[in-house]
């Protein structure tokens, strides 16, 4: 009896006759031309050149340059950081330094979409370039007062880009070379209803709500996931993660820097901030883990069952 799927002739029913339509044979076909649908497909995604590719050094470049589609945003590999926005607030006119999208650089970082660690998955890094400590993550008082907070925001999304058959299931935050002076006491704040509740000292927030392209981001999302670090003294490096209970094609994501200075005679300040150092050393970093669509494993199974039908063809006597 001839083995299966020895010549292409497996693959095209003849033109006379009955035509083969053994249990085998139809598992030959399927499997050949799956794995050519994965191929077809790895070579577009390889051939895919993102527009306004995020850059990658220290370039000077502010969340107002670069756009996609009109808006702020750029493409990193198969990751597209879009909409990017910055907010901030103060409880008075001292701690009034606050960065603007034209005082805040990124860059893209991580290597690899398919990494399975955050050391070298894709995200982005945030620091700012201000004049000293005037629009720079960075603020001081000695002011003997419970209350006294700063508040800076920046908002963005995460897509995943056209035609990738990846998800999101993982977000890193990190922070790298902050310095936090003083002695920071007093009871924790809730500037905006339905918000987080801060401790003296310095909260770094990462807020991500997942959903469709059509929501946007809220305090009170459904499925919210926030990434925490607190700090009361200087840190070289620090960093937190979490996955989602179910994967993602697209995030809406707030990082915050929330400084409350509690209430003490000393003097209490922090700083993420370069002051002006042509490479960044200071900065706030967020990546992101994914994994294949379960679509894609409707192609992948096929490919590996025709794969062990030919192992074990037989050969010609």
Not at 16 to 37: I, K, N
Not at 143 to 153: F, P, Q, V, Y
Not at 212 to 217: E, K, P, Q, T
Request: hydrophobic fraction near 40%; proline fraction near 6%.
């Amino acid at each position: 009896m001839p083995s299966l799927c020895r010549s292409y002739r497996d693959l095209i029913p003849p033109r006379m006759g009955p035509r083969r339509r053994s249990p085998m044979t139809v598992v030959c076909r399927v499997s050949y031309f799956s794995a050519l649908l994965l191929s077809l497909a790895g070579l577009a995604q390889a051939s895919h050149t993102p527009p306004n590719a995020c850059h990658v050094t220290d370039s000077n470049i502010f969340l107002n340059n670069g756009t996609v589609g009109g808006t702020h945003g750029c493409t990193h590999i198969d990751k597209v950081f879009i909409n990017f926005s910055t907010a901030g607030s103060t409880s008075n006119g001292i701690l009034n330094f606050l960065p603007g999208d034209g005082n805040i650089e990124f860059m893209g970082v991580g290597s690899s979409a398919s990494a399975s660690t955050f050391a070298t998955s894709l995200g982005i890094r945030f620091w700012t370039a201000g004049n000293g400590s005037a629009s720079d993550w960075a603020a001081s008082t000695s002011a003997d007062a419970n209350g006294l907070w700063w508040d800076s925001r920046i908002r963005y999304d995460v897509q995943i880009a056209a035609g990738d058959p990846n998800l999101i299931y993982g977000a890193y935050l990190g922070i790298a070379n902050l310095t936090v002076t003083g002695t920071y006491t007093g009871v924790g704040i809730t500037p905006v209803a339905n918000g987080p509740t801060f401790l003296p000292g310095l909260t770094i927030l990462k807020e991500i709500c997942p959903g469709s392209l059509n929501v946007a981001f809220a305090e009170n999302c459904s499925g919210k996931v926030t990434l925490t670090l607190s700090f009361t003294a200087s840190s070289n490096s620090s960093s937190t993660s979490a996955s989602f209970n179910t994967p993602q094609t697209n995030l809406f994501v707030r990082d915050r820097i929330f400084w409350h200075a509690g209430n003490s005679n000393n003097t209490r300040s922090f700083s993420l901030d370069d002051g002006n150092a042509s490479v960044a050393t200071s900065w706030i970093e967020n990546r992101y883990l994914q994994v294949p669509e379960p679509s894609s494993f409707l192609l992948v199974a096929p490919a590996f069952i025709g794969l062990g039908i030919l192992r074990r063809r037989k050969k010609p006597a």
